[in-house]
């Protein structure tokens, strides 16, 4: 599997243990909506795939390229730690070999794939994210913390020359975010749950 480096979605799997599927991120077969996938080489075995990570309160889904090999399903967050850190500094795409029960690493290293009972499902996350024809408003009740969470998985960049921007329908609905003036911007799309406040607000 071939993904951006500047992506994190480590950042974003649960760590709550009673939410025990969210706690790894998870690799899908196709494109997700609102996400455009990468040219792939079919002759080669290449497939259009999604890497998905969530906590419940912000999502972030994008594309990857799945090689011939590859199997879809959960993956450890911490794969996605140790890849990027043993990455080389001008590599723009990390390449992982997702096996069945192990993930191997670019520089040849061998991880344990997943650490969740193999009967584990993963949620259907991709029904939370909004329609583009329907978004209409900026944001508000959207916390900003969670937003800095999510700017840095969908690896925002501070240089000034990226723009992180989120819309909702409405201000009780989830926001799509996506990072604009960046090459890859339609390859990645990230969902953040407003806050919610008693009748008393």
């Not at 959207?142 to 992180?164: C, I, K, R, T, W």
């Amino acid at each position: 599997m071939k993904y951006l480096k500047r992506w994190n979605p480590d950042l974003i799997a649960s760590v709550d243990a009673m939410r025990e599927a969210l706690t790894e991120c998870y690799v899908y077969e196709g494109a997700y909506p609102s996400i455009d996938a990468f040219s792939v080489n079919a002759e080669i075995g290449e497939r259009p795939g999604t890497l998905v990570a969530t906590n419940g309160r912000m999502m972030i889904a994008v594309a990857v390229i799945l090689e011939a090999k590859d199997v879809a399903g959960f993956v450890a967050p911490r794969v996605f730690v140790y890849a990027r850190q043993n990455s080389k500094d001008d590599d723009n795409f990390i390449k992982v070999k997702l096996m069945r029960k192990y993930v191997t690493i670019q520089n040849g290293d061998i991880l344990p794939r997943s650490e969740l009972p193999t009967d584990t499902n993963y949620p259907n996350v991709a029904q939370v994210i909004p329609k583009e024809d329907e978004l209409k408003e900026g944001l508000r009740h959207f916390s900003p913390v969670f937003m800095a969470e999510l700017a840095s998985a969908m690896g925002y960049s501070q240089d000034g020359n990226n723009v992180f921007s989120c819309m909702a329908a409405d201000h009780m609905s989830p926001a799509i975010c996506r990072i604009l003036q960046c090459e890859y911007s339609r390859q990645a799309v990230g969902v953040i749950m407003p806050q919610r406040y008693g009748a008393e607000g």
